[in-house]
Structures are given as structure tokens and as C-alpha cells.
């Protein structure tokens, strides 16, 4: 499978890129306190479906030892990294939420995340929230051709970790197009075997994932939710993008 897409395969991937990003901006009059993750579940489906368009994350990555994701959206509350999966829990004055949303569409993928305020937070979370999605711009800014996946994730975890917070190392951004995770692997800190040259033509998404405390995570009974080991919350901001010889064009923006 070529990593360069081709014109054609670069515009379907911006209608189901900017399928997700509709998606988000619709959820977000829904966040409020009182409302269950089942309901914003439920919402983002319904609305996905209304753009003729698959939940991507619907029964997604299914194994011997787990079912597959057994929701239309990731949606994590708080000390919940990724992966949170939607249930009667209601979302309370000062919770962060962050949702993942992805899309299939004529046989390619789009993929974004954004954390939500509930409410009023404080300002511990506001700061977390801003660095995270900061970071993610930043590395967004490294993203063209001729750099290296490591000129992203350095530009990503200096940020953060000059910021006093925890770059997660367990979970990495990906390639995306007719798959949903592709090559290459792109992670938000270094690493010295990351050294692959960027070329137009790509797509990939980036996602940082920060921790107000430390970058340690585990993964709950459900094998699907992941969380802090230090129980402090965490903060996830996720664009599509394309490689082009300039900057970066942001698909789901």
C-alpha cells in the first residue's frame, strides 16, 4: 500500500475528514451537565449516519480476547486518557470530556478528537486543556515534507514537558486513508528509531494525549479504557492532516 495518496484519494479523504470535524462541532452544544456519554454516543451516530457516512469506530478492533469498540465514539471523562467507552455516566459541572470521532466514507477515513469543558472548570484543567492543544499545533507546524516524524514529536513533548505535564508514551498518532490506522507510527515524544522522512502526499494523524501528572497509564477490565495511574486528569486534541511541500493542511479543522 503506497503512503502518498493520489489527488482523487485526497479529496474523498477531506469529505470524510470534514465529516468528522461537523460531527464535533455539532456534538458541542450537547456537553452540558446532566447530559450521559450514552446520549452524546447516540447523537454522533445519528448524525454520522444522517451524512451517509459509517461510524469508524463502531466494532473496531475486535480480537480473540476482546469484542470490538461497542460504540460510535470514544468519549472520556476526566482522568480517562482515550478509548472511554459511552454509558449511562453523567457529565458533571467541571468534568473534561474528551470525544473521538471517526468516520468512514466511500472507502476512506477521517479522524479528530477534542477535549471539552463542562461547565466551569478550574484552572488546573483550563491550563491542561490549553498546553494539550497547543502542543498539538505545534506539531502540526513541523509536519511538511523533508522533516521527520521526529521533528513532530519533539516540537509535541518539549512543549509539554516544559509545561510541567506528562506526554503519554503508551499511544501514538498514526497514518490514516483506506485503512483507519496506517504506517507510519507518530509518536508524541522521541524516539531515536523515528527518523522517517515526511513526503507530500501523506496523511497522518497527530494526537497528543497529556497528563496533568505524571505519563504513566493503565487500561481498565473493560480492555478498552485507558486512564491515569496517578488518578489526574488528561487532556486529548487529534487533526487529520495532509503532508504538502509547505505547511500542513489541517483535514479536520
Known amino acids: 500500500m503506497s503512503l502518498i495518496k493520489s489527488e482523487e484519494e485526497i ?19 450537547f456537553v452540558e451537565a446532566g447530559v450521559t456519554t450514552k446520549e452524546l454516543d447516540g447523537e454522533i451516530e445519528k448524525f454520522i449516519l444522517s451524512n451517509d457516512a459509517k461510524p469508524a469506530f463502531k466494532g473496531y478492533g475486535g480480537t480473540r480476547k476482546r469484542n470490538g469498540f461497542p460504540a460510535s465514539a470514544c468519549i472520556s471523562i476526566n482522568e480517562e486518557v482515550v478509548h472511554g467507552i459511552p454509558s449511562e455516566r453523567k457529565l458533571e459541572n467541571g468534568d473534561i470530556v474528551s470525544i473521538d470521532v471517526g468516520v468512514l466514507k466511500n472507502g476512506y477515513y477521517g479522524d479528530s478528537a477534542y477535549t471539552f469543558a463542562v461547565g466551569e472548570i478550574n484552572a488546573k484543567k483550563k491550563s491542561l486543556l490549553k498546553i494539550t492543544e497547543e502542543s498539538l499545533y505545534k506539531g502540526i507546524a513541523k509536519a511538511s515534507a523533508g522533516n521527520s516524524i521526529n521533528d513532530i514529536a519533539v516540537a509535541i513533548q518539549t512543549y509539554v514537558e516544559g509545561s510541567g505535564y ?14 483507519l ?7 508524541n515524544f522521541y524516539i531515536t528509531s523515528s527518523n522517517f522522512k515526511l513526503r507530500a502526499g501523506m496523511t497522518i494523524a497527530i494526537e497528543p494525549m497529556v497528563n496533568y501528572g505524571t505519563y504513566g497509564v493503565k487500561t481498565l477490565c473493560d480492555g478498552w479504557t485507558i486512564i491515569t495511574r496517578d488518578g489526574e486528569p488528561s487532556a486529548h486534541f487529534e ?7 509547505r505547511e500542513a493542511e489541517i483535514l479536520t479543522l
Not at 506528562?166 to 483506506?178: C, S, W, Y
Not at 487533526?239 to 511541500?245: G, Q
Open 11 to 29: 479529496e474523498l479523504m477531506r469529505v470524510s475528514n470534514s465529516i468528522v470535524a461537523e460531527t464535533l462541532r455539532h456534538i458541542k452544544k
Open 166 to 179: 506528562g506526554i503519554v508514551r503508551d499511544l501514538v498518532g498514526h497514518g490514516i486513508g483506506k485503512n
Open 239 to 245: 487533526h487529520t492532516i495532509l503532508i504538502t511541500e
Open 181 to 187: 490506522h496506517e504506517e507510519p507510527a507518530v509518536p
